[in-house]
């Protein structure tokens, strides 16, 4: 059996043994119609701040509604929709979604989403995230664009200047993932980059593994230096949060502060509760 349900109750199709699977088949040129069939949705996990927990914006996550599966995982439909191209329609739509839902949040607090390595090598992608912000109404620095290592990797000539035009608009760019892959240094100097998401996998051990806190100090170091902002992925722990604090990492973001949803019942409030009167006197004090 190619499919099982995760820990997390989302339904995934083993990659491997699943594009050979007539049901990954089947399910693939369901892919298509489902769009149409309105049955993509974005979820979105808070991203806070580590010392006040202040909520500064969440990452939008595509779930597929599919009738008979129910919720299938990203991990099973986004390398099949890379694969056949269905990527850049999905993606447009999850751009435009990420910034109609994100527009009455709070102001200075930001929308991140995911665009894949095949987006970001069409030149129609500038264009999509300025059709999406001129009809959200969507300020572009209040929007962020995770992109990871493997974009760099396919990267042809005019990558740089894509991201400079994205710049240029005033859009954040954030690299996720990283350390889960090449992660050359050489790429944090080279592409304009905002953030750097840590991979969750240093997240995980992080108490036991001094390794992953000497790794987690160095891309401290190293975004401090470059003026970028560091965010951990995959927190679940305070234990985690705790010592991800006193590594030096500003943001955060993991199941301890909330799991993946609906944007409705996001709670924006966090951020109202502690003001910047009240984190001023905070830091004053501490
Ligand atoms: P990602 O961008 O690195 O997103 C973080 C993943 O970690 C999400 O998985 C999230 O639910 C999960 N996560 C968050 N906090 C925790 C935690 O505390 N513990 C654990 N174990 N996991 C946590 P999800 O939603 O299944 O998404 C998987 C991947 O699918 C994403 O990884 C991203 O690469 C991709 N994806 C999701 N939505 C989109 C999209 O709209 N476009 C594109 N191109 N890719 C997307
Ligand atoms: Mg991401
Ligand atoms: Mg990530
Ligand atoms: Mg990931």
């Not at 995934?12 to 489902?34: M, T």
């Not at 069409?122 to 990871?148: M, Y």
């Not at 970028?228 to 705790?242: K, P, S």
Request: charged residues 20%.
């Amino acid at each position: 059996e190619a499919r099982h349900a995760g820990a997390d109750g989302l339904v995934e199709f083993d990659p491997e043994s699943g594009v050979r699977h007539a049901e990954a088949r089947q399910l693939e040129s369901e892919l298509w119609h489902a769009l149409d069939r309105g049955q993509m949705k974005l979820l979105y996990q808070p991203q806070v701040a580590l010392d006040s927990r202040a909520f500064v914006g969440a990452e939008a996550l595509i779930r597929w509604q599919h009738p008979q599966h129910g919720m299938i995982s990203p991990l099973t439909f986004i390398g099949i929709a890379e694969a056949n191209g269905f990527i850049v329609e999905l993606g447009a739509w999850a751009l435009k979604q990420a910034c109609r839902d994100a527009v009455s949040w709070p102001e200075e607090t930001v929308v991140a989403v995911n665009v894949a390595p095949l987006q970001l090598q069409r030149r129609d992608l500038v264009a999509d995230v300025e059709a999406a912000l001129a009809e959200s109404g969507l300020p572009a620095g209040r929007l962020q664009l995770e992109i990871t290592e493997s974009s760099f990797i396919t990267a042809a000539d005019d990558l740089i200047e894509k991201l400079q035009c994205l710049k240029t608009l005033g859009v954040g760019l954030a690299l996720d993932d990283f350390g889960s892959g090449y992660s050359s240094l050489g790429y944090l100097a080279r592409f304009p980059l905002d953030k750097i998401k840590v991979d969750q996998m240093f997240v995980r051990n992080l108490t036991e593994s001094a390794a992953s806190q000497a790794i987690v100090s160095s891309v401290q170091a190293l975004s401090a230096g470059l003026g970028m902002t560091m965010l951990c992925e995959g927190i679940e722990t305070e234990d985690q949060a705790r010592h991800l604090l006193q590594l030096g990492c500003s943001q955060g973001q993991g199941y301890l502060f909330g799991k993946p949803q609906p944007a409705a019942s996001l709670n924006l409030l966090a951020r109202q509760d502690i003001g910047p009167a009240v984190r001023q006197v905070k830091r004053a004090a501490g």
